[in-house]
């Protein structure tokens, strides 16, 4: 019989059998302190137990944010995708692994760490299972069938303000279904 989670997150983010095998890699690795799964927009999909709901967004915005610009210097310098990113801190260390289409697995480990220990175990996870780890990417509907919106429609009827020329000018709904300048009144 499983033991319940000193902090319940499963209403937070991910299925049961996800939390419990990212439980199950704090357990077997002493040095890791949290772990999250994230999609590949940044939203929390899994946690370990004791991650609040609080901690856990923050730690999916940070490392979707570390994830992309790696990606982006990857591009860039034509480098090719990225495996891993390691942060040091002074207390700490964070990795961030792509686990699956477009997810990443986020580790904190403390600061004595066995990096090449982390690394392999969090590789083995993904591997094991990456079908518990990958996530659907986000279509361009949205859940009330209206088509997303893209950043040349919120160009659209923009008008002249202070001086400045309409073209190009974002704008920003506002109530009542008016567009207003951003930056704007």
Not at 155 to 167: D, E, I, N, S, Y
Request: net charge positive.
């Amino acid at each position: 019989m499983n033991a319940p989670r000193a902090t319940d997150n499963s209403a937070f983010a991910g299925t049961g059998e996800l939390n419990w095998l990212l439980d199950d890699l704090v357990e077997r690795v002493g040095s890791i302190r949290k772990v999250l799964v994230l999609s590949g927009d940044g939203l929390p999909r899994g946690c370990s137990r004791d991650l609040s709901r609080e901690d856990g967004e923050h730690l999916a915005a940070v490392a979707s944010g570390f994830h992309s610009l790696a990606r982006g210097v990857g591009r860039h310098f034509q480098a090719g995708g990225v495996r891993q990113t390691v942060v040091e801190l002074d207390d700490a260390f964070l990795f961030v692994t792509a686990a699956g289409d477009g997810s990443c697995l986020a580790v904190l480990a403390d600061a004595d760490a066995d990096m090449g220990l982390v690394a392999y175990e969090m590789t083995l996870l993904v591997k094991r299972v990456g079908t518990h780890l990958a996530t659907a990417p986000r279509t361009d509907t949205p859940s009330a069938g209206r088509p997303r919106r893209t950043g040349r429609q919120h160009t659209q009827g923009a008008r002249a303000v202070r001086g400045r020329p309409a073209q190009g000018l974002l704008t920003r709904p506002v109530p009542g279904g008016r567009r207003t300048p951003r930056g704007g009144g």
